[in-house]
């Protein structure tokens, strides 16, 4: 099976993706993954959704949100960054915005006079770095080779850092099985106690959720939609009846079942 995920080689979502597919074929934006994937473009696509220091990925919120897909699997990688250049006379550090929000107490601490360049991905930094000698890059260790060296190992402000991955399908190939859900709520409504009631109707039947997230849903100020992981499978009488009601707090909007899923841990 072909991937679809966040490239060029040598990314953290390359090594989510090597975990759910033979072959992986990269894109540099998370919109045209989900889009490829909706289109039938890609059996599946890696897609990051959270990390645990900078929080959710709002553009993958916003692609999930906007294209009818499935979630198939969760996969989590832990996030060990290091310093990659070719010499330690470097002036710019470059790498994707996370991973430098993400390090970025080192950065402050060490490196206080550097300039810092956000850019595609975390390999996208590297090829800068192998390209110009006043380049450093901040990716995995594995990353360096005969060009450039490892200056600094975990980096990261957290030793806990840890990245979620959805593994998303075509809309069809979505299932009820597994011990994690997620859906997206678009109530079209708002009103004092609104959210409220969309979370009782997890707490009345002892549902976890693990997580709850707002965006706006782009056709007024003030309009917000929700996603929400919850720990159940769809396949679950109480999940099931569950998510029946807040399909009919919502009955104004809509709810997209993303499906349900399990998780893999991949060093």
Same mark, same amino acid.
């Given at each position: 099976?072909?991937?679809?995920?966040?490239?060029?080689?040598?990314?953290?979502?390359?090594?989510?993706?090597?975990?759910?597919?033979?072959?992986? /074929? #990269?894109? &540099? +934006?998370?919109?045209?993954? $989900?889009?490829?994937? *909706?289109?039938?473009?890609?059996? @599946? %696509? =890696?897609?990051?959704?959270?990390?645990?220091?900078?929080?959710?990925?709002?553009?993958?919120?916003?692609?999930?949100?906007?294209?009818?897909?499935?979630?198939?699997?969760?996969?989590?990688?832990?996030?060990?960054?290091?310093?990659?250049?070719?010499?330690?006379?470097?002036?710019?550090?470059?790498?994707?915005?996370?991973?430098?929000?993400?390090?970025? /107490? #080192?950065? &402050? +601490?060490?490196?206080?006079? $550097?300039?810092?360049? *956000?850019?595609?991905?975390?390999? @996208? %930094? =590297?090829?800068?770095?192998?390209?110009?000698?006043?380049?450093?890059?901040?990716?995995?260790?594995?990353?360096?080779?005969?060009?450039?060296?490892?200056?600094?190992?975990?980096?990261?402000?957290?030793?806990?850092?840890?990245?979620?991955?959805?593994?998303?399908?075509?809309?069809?190939?979505?299932?009820?099985?597994?011990?994690?859900?997620?859906?997206?709520?678009?109530?079209?409504?708002?009103?004092?106690?609104?959210?409220?009631?969309?979370?009782?109707?997890?707490?009345?039947?002892?549902?976890?959720?693990?997580?709850?997230?707002?965006?706006?849903?782009?056709?007024?100020?003030?309009?917000?939609?929700?996603?929400?992981?919850?720990?159940?499978?769809?396949?679950?009488?109480?999940?099931?009846?569950?998510?029946?009601?807040?399909?009919?707090?919502?009955?104004?909007?809509?709810?997209?079942?993303?499906?349900?899923?399990?998780?893999?841990?991949?060093?």
């Amino acid at each position: 099976m072909e991937a679809i995920t966040l490239g060029p080689a040598g990314t953290y979502s390359h090594r989510a993706a090597r975990a759910v597919a033979d072959e992986v /074929t #990269f894109s &540099e +934006s998370v919109t045209a993954i $989900v889009e490829s994937v *909706a289109d039938g473009e890609y059996h @599946r %696509g =890696v897609v990051p959704i959270e990390n645990s220091i900078e929080g959710s990925v709002t553009e993958t919120l916003d692609a999930l949100s906007a294209h009818d897909v499935g979630v198939v699997e969760e996969v989590v990688t832990p996030i060990r960054h290091a310093l990659l250049a070719q010499t330690e006379s470097f002036e710019v550090v470059a790498s994707h915005s996370q991973a430098l929000a993400q390090c970025r /107490t #080192f950065l &402050e +601490s060490e490196y206080p006079a $550097v300039s810092l360049e *956000a850019v595609a991905s975390t390999a @996208r %930094g =590297v090829e800068h770095a192998r390209e110009d000698p006043t380049v450093a890059a901040i990716a995995h260790p594995d990353n360096a080779d005969a060009d450039l060296q490892v200056l600094a190992e975990d980096i990261q402000d957290r030793s806990s850092n840890a990245t979620r991955f959805f593994a998303i399908s075509p809309a069809d190939e979505r299932t009820e099985a597994g011990g994690k859900s997620t859906i997206v709520v678009n109530p079209n409504a708002n009103y004092p106690g609104l959210l409220l009631e969309l979370l009782e109707a997890f707490a009345d039947r002892d549902i976890n959720l693990s997580r709850v997230e707002s965006r706006p849903t782009g056709d007024r100020l003030g309009d917000y939609l929700f996603h929400i992981d919850f720990e159940a499978g769809l396949y679950e009488d109480h999940a099931r009846a569950a998510v029946e009601e807040v399909e009919g707090i919502a009955e104004k909007g809509w709810v997209r079942r993303l499906g349900s899923y399990d998780t893999r841990h991949v060093v």
